[in-house]
Nanobody, 121 residues
Framework: QVQLVESGGGLVQAGGSLRLSCAAS????????MGWYRQAPGKQRELVAT???????NYADSVKGRFTISRDNAKKTAYLQMNSLKPEDTAVYYC???????????????WGQGTQVTVSS
């Protein structure tokens, strides 16, 4: 069974920083892209940032220059460094990864349980 577990959320003042982590575990053969998404109350889930297995990154315009996504392939872990946080960054942040479980030939989409990030003004 494959799992994604996020950590690092919390409450921070505007202008502050947080670092989220997403660790994949279980019977994993290989991993492709990993990413972070967020969902604010009353809004749809939106892309924050993605990183390929080779390290190429993509960001939503709203976080460019403030957030940095990275990954450690050996640890099967992705990170999201969030700086200069704004109240509008408040949301539940979800980790996503394309993972091929052992014994299969298909990549599946996996999601973490989400971690709350709250930015106070």
């Amino acid at each position: 069974q494959v799992q994604l577990v996020e950590s690092g959320g919390g409450l921070v003042q505007a202008g502050g920083s947080l670092r989220l982590s997403c660790a994949a575990s279980g019977s994993i053969s290989s991993m492709n892209a990993m990413g972070w998404y967020r969902q604010a109350p009353g809004k749809q889930r939106e892309l924050v940032a993605t990183v390929t297995s080779g390290g190429s990154t993509n960001y939503a315009d709203s976080v460019k220059g403030r957030f940095t996504i990275s990954r450690d392939n050996a640890k099967k872990t992705a990170y999201l460094q969030m700086n200069s946080l704004k109240p509008e960054d408040t949301a539940v942040y979800y980790c996503n990864a394309a993972i091929r479980p052992r014994g299969t030939f298909t990549f599946y989409d996996y999601w973490g349980q989400g971690t709350q990030v709250t930015v106070s003004s």
